[in-house]
């Protein structure tokens, strides 16, 4: 049985799938971004229902801004994280799993057009941030409403957008060879950049399986 350790290109890879240091919990960011994307689209889609009572309206649409960036608005259902984030630490990883030298022709051709793909959906959710805001202050409870409905159509196609892109990260590395595979806790949470631009394993005092 092998020991070697996976390439680096598959490790980026397992901090959008499997871990990464800074998550609620040490989750992957994507099962981050998934998990704040539908606290969002079920609160707006909240926010809509309780349309005959303004302050309901407020408070779920509350619950949206904290899903997307909780430093605007602490308190609510998401992570704690924020897709906002999220969204930035994908493209970040995906980008570092293309550029390694030791990232697959699949790998520097396929994970482009997926990176082009989140900055768009980036963009929307900040665009949700101003609008849900923007609709915690109006007054009237029709414009509150008018607010509520966009952002609930917004926030449900922003997270049907989302799953299908990790869909295609999924197609793409089905086509790996070696196969991509779950990377272990002491790789993901062990990987360093060095001051020259390279990456390497922190220094594993006790054991080659400890770090």
Known sequence: ?????????????GHVLSGWSDTPQRQGLLRIALQDARVAAEHA?????????????RLHLGHVVQA????????GPGSGYGLVR????????????????DASAALKAGLPP????????RREALLLTALTR????????????AYAQEAQQRCQALETQLAQLGQRLQALLAAENPPYS??????LFGLIRLPSGEWGFAERRRSAGSY
């Not at 779950?182 to 790789?187: D, I």
């Open 1 to 13: 049985m092998s020991l070697s350790p996976p390439s680096f290109a598959h490790i980026h890879i």
């Open 45 to 57: 889609e909240y926010a809509v229902q309780g349309a005959r009572d303004l302050n309901s309206v």
């Open 68 to 75: 997307l960036d909780p430093a605007l608005e602490p308190q």
């Open 86 to 101: 999220a969204l930035g630490g994908l493209s970040e990883h995906l980008g570092y799993a293309g550029s390694v030298s």
């Open 114 to 121: 997926l990176i082009d793909g989140l900055q768009p959906l």
């Open 134 to 145: 923007e609709g915690r202050r109006v007054a009237d409870p029709g414009q509150a409403l």
């Open 182 to 187: 779950p990377v272990a806790e002491r790789y």
